[in-house]
């Protein structure tokens, strides 16, 4: 299953055939599958005839200009990404545009490279509204949040009971839960599904940065802001915002961020005007939010507005009947991304799996199994391919303290398996550190060299070593 399957069809609108052949040139050259129509009325017949993944769109047109051609189009598939190109002098044009239905604009002239970053983010957007997410099995070409569980029907319940009411989630669980899928099943089954839904990690954002994300900048607000930009609250204006990692952020955009949910205002950097916002609020963190507040982290009166509805995402060590059906959706999604026909595993790889410990969860499930259809020398995996990636005699099933992993390696050496446990220790540990300091900085090298009191050469090495190399 493809996270971007349309990505290669895109309508480009505009009545300058030279912008319009340049254009198509250089994203054609990206892979892009390039349309190009010189006319309003043109181009909205074919974005609505054909099932494009973006549009991109001139303001001035002959025909139908771009801010009616946007209210058109919009009306019919709300789901569709909308790129305005706009001219210096236009720009307050262009924030209206966002308001009838617009995922966002550019300024001409720009630059390739930022146009192009737009079109991924886009594609992105345009999976996440339209990408169902199916509860309980997976169905071919969808997302699903996997599992028959006990623990996971209660989440299913859960999401269930909140999505049709207009309250403020939060959503608790450790990194590699499946926090936003869980976020985009609550907005799809909710009354705002055909409103935008717009998704921002905030601890992926730096510091510096994170305000004007999510509440935009006017022109000249700092150093390079030569445009006024919206942020993302204004972009999920009328649908609905997922805040991931909110846990994160700094106390002074936690002040600013109460204010929109008590007020449901904004106000842009280097602004003055408040700007009034419908937004829904799914917020989720892997921190304890109450140790944050005793360690004055993060503010008492903003947890009380996010906590209002709490949905809370197992481990994946507390639902090991569901990983064999994780492992089946993985594997179909990875060998159809990789062209391949069927693959099959071993059932006592499957038993071996069931015992790990998945300190990242699902999503480290995930790469796992990815690596060993990588690695598989035929269509099965067996045991023998998952020695290459974990140390199976190392995994036992209650592998949660420091206890139990020495007991279990000095039980391997009393029975001949191992002649030397002291370095097998140390291998384990320092495994179980970079792994779990790579899942809590988000890949962040220089942040876990840090941490680690360690160079970042040394950090790769390490990484290298012990084939934990980072997702992105």
């Known amino acids: 299953m493809s996270m971007n399957p349309q990505k290669n069809s895109i309508l480009i609108i505009d009545d300058d055939p030279g912008i319009r052949s340049a254009m198509q040139e250089v994203l054609s050259t990206e892979g892009y599958k390039v349309s190009v129509e010189g006319d309003g009325q043109k181009g909205l017949a074919a974005a609505l ?16 200009d771009g801010l009616e051609l946007i209210r058109e189009l919009h009306r019919s598939k709300p789901h569709l990404p909308i790129i305005l190109m706009t001219a210096h002098g236009t720009t307050e044009t262009a924030i209206e545009a966002m308001k009838i239905g617009a995922y ?3 300024v001409k002239p720009f630059e390739m490279t930022d146009f192009l970053i737009l079109l991924e983010k886009a594609s992105q957007v345009a999976h996440l509204m339209s990408g169902p997410v199916i509860f309980g099995r997976a169905e071919e070409g969808k997302e699903a949040l996997v599992g028959q569980s006990r623990v996971m029907q209660n989440v299913y319940k859960e999401i269930g009971r909140v999505a049709t009411r207009p309250v403020t989630v939060l959503i608790r669980g450790e990194t590699g839960t499946g926090k936003e899928l869980v976020a985009r099943a609550i907005y799809q089954h909710s009354e705002r599904a055909r409103g935008p839904f717009i998704a921002l990690n905030c601890a992926a954002i ?7 994300e999510l509440f935009g900048h006017e022109r000249g607000a700092f150093t390079g802001a030569e445009n006024r930009r919206i942020g993302r609250f204004e972009q999920a204006h009328d649908g609905t915002i997922f805040l991931d990692e909110i846990g994160d952020i700094s106390l002074g955009t936690q002040v600013k961020l109460l204010r929109v949910l008590q007020d449901r205002i904004i106000q842009r950097l280097g602004g003055k005007e408040t700007i009034p916002v419908n937004v829904r609020v799914v ?12 360690k004055g982290e993060f503010r008492q009166d903003l947890f009380y507005r996010l906590n209002v509805f709490v949905i809370e995402l197992p481990p994946l060590r507390d639902r090991r009947e569901d990983i064999p059906d994780l492992i089946q959706y993985f594997l179909a999604k990875f060998a159809s991304d990789s062209g391949m026909a069927n693959p099959s595993i071993r059932p006592e790889v499957i038993g071996i799996l069931q015992q790990q410990p998945w300190p990242g969860n699902v999503r480290e499930l995930e790469n796992v199994i990815r690596k060993l259809l990588v690695q598989a020398r035929g269509l099965t995996i067996t045991v023998e391919d998952l020695n ?10 209650d592998l949660n303290t420091l206890e139990s992993v020495v007991r279990n390696i000095l039980a391997n050496a009393a029975s001949g398996l191992t002649e030397n446990a002291y370095n097998e220790l140390i291998e384990i540990a320092e495994r179980e550190l970079l792994q779990q300091s790579m899942v809590l900085a988000h890949d962040n090298q220089s942040k876990v060299s840090r941490w680690l009191g360690i160079s970042r050469l040394t950090l790769r090495e390490k990484l290298a070593k012990h084939g934990l190399h980072p997702n992105r």
């Open 206 to 212: 730096p510091e510096t940065l994170l305000e004007s």
């Open 388 to 397: 290459t990636i974990i140390p199976v005699k190392t995994a036992p099933a």
């Open 104 to 106: 966002d604009y550019i």
């Open 283 to 294: 917020a989720a963190t892997h921190r304890d939010l109450g140790e944050a507040i005793n």
């Open 49 to 64: 005839s054909n099932d494009f993944s973006i549009v991109i769109s001139d303001l001035k047109l002959p025909g139908m």
